[in-house]
């Protein structure tokens, strides 16, 4: 299968390939540089977004369109919207909400709602969540907010949370689901809480490359299964 991986932080996505996957091969494609490597058997085209939802759509979609993949991977870290989740607790997403998406004063629209889809949750790949729930059973399937900001403040995590029934915020996810989705192209997003509510940008930093790390190995369990 071929798989496309998005990553908004490059040192660790390479590390990591080189650690549990074959030697890569660097491709340059329309300003990008793409990895590609072999996972369990998956020809792998990893590269990076950046931060934001107009960059990981970008590379969604180049993914899709010059490689050919069936499946898009995201993984990285995110904040907690509730109390339960942990530092470092990682889990799967099982639907996103475009927060700062606002339609609403031409129709009247719910925020976060694109018209196309039923509800403000878009979902991912039902079946990638079951297989990653099999693997991992304390895995935690979860809602993401996903906008184009870091949110510190404990009383905007708060809101979010009460606002659109979200557990996770993060600045990537929107941009890849919908992406993805409009393409008929699958989607695992795995993710590990970094910041918890309280926490901010400084616990953040601190957690990327162990959350990376968790979120690869849940990652090759899943393969393993799809195997």
Known sequence: MKIGMIVAIVDEMKQLLNEYGSEMTE???NGYTVYKSNLKGHEVYAVRSGAGEIGAAAVAQLLITAFDVELIVNYGVVGGLI?????????????VVHYDYDTSDYDHCEVGRYLEFDDIHVPTTQKYVELALKAFPQLRAVSCCSGDKFVEPADRKRELHETFNCDICEMEAAGIVLTA?????D???????????????????????????????????????VN
């Open 181 to 185: 989705t409009r393409n008929g192209v």
């Open 27 to 29: 491709i340059k494609k």
């Open 83 to 95: 109390p339960e989740m942990k530092v470092c607790e990682t889990v799967v997403v099982k639907d």
């Open 187 to 225: 989607t695992l997003l795995i993710k590990s809480v970094s910041d918890s509510v309280e926490g901010g940008a400084e616990e953040f930093g601190k957690m990327v490359e162990r959350s990376a790390k968790l979120c690869m190995e849940v990652l090759l369990s899943i393969l393993e299964t």
